[in-house]
Nanobody, 125 residues
């Protein structure tokens, strides 16, 4: 499975960005797609995830109400719409796919099987 993340960039606080993650390869066996982020000097953290089949979603408390994850099954692509961005959202954002799991495993990065290369998001104050 190959994951290609795109859409990052520089934006002012309060602005919006939309990230995309296109999956190719054996995506038929994928259970969910998630977004994680890692800021300099910090550990990787869960941002949002969505299941391919039912479309169930999960968000971290820090982005709930501001970010929205969606998927296009026909394109094997997941999107992360980020609104009301804050400087603390600055990080490298990674998409990842989980081959099998359940709603309790969506936030656990260690249970994801394939990772994209990351896209930088920088929010200026």
């Amino acid at each position: 499975v190959q994951l290609q993340a795109s859409g990052g960039g520089l934006v002012q606080a309060g602005g919006s960005l939309r990230l995309s993650c296109a999956a190719s390869g054996r995506t038929f066996s994928s259970y969910a797609m998630g977004w994680f982020r890692q800021a300099p000097g910090k550990e990787r953290e869960f941002v949002a995830a969505i299941t391919w089949s039912e479309g169930y979603t999960g968000y971290s408390d820090s982005v709930k109400g501001r970010f929205s994850i969606s998927r296009d099954n026909a394109k094997n692509t997941v999107y992360l719409q980020m609104n009301s961005l804050k400087p603390e959202d600055t990080a490298v954002y990674y998409c990842a796919t989980q081959n099998s799991g359940n709603l309790l495993t969506l936030q656990r990065g260690s249970l994801y099987d394939y990772w994209g290369q990351g896209t930088q998001v920088t929010v200026s104050s």
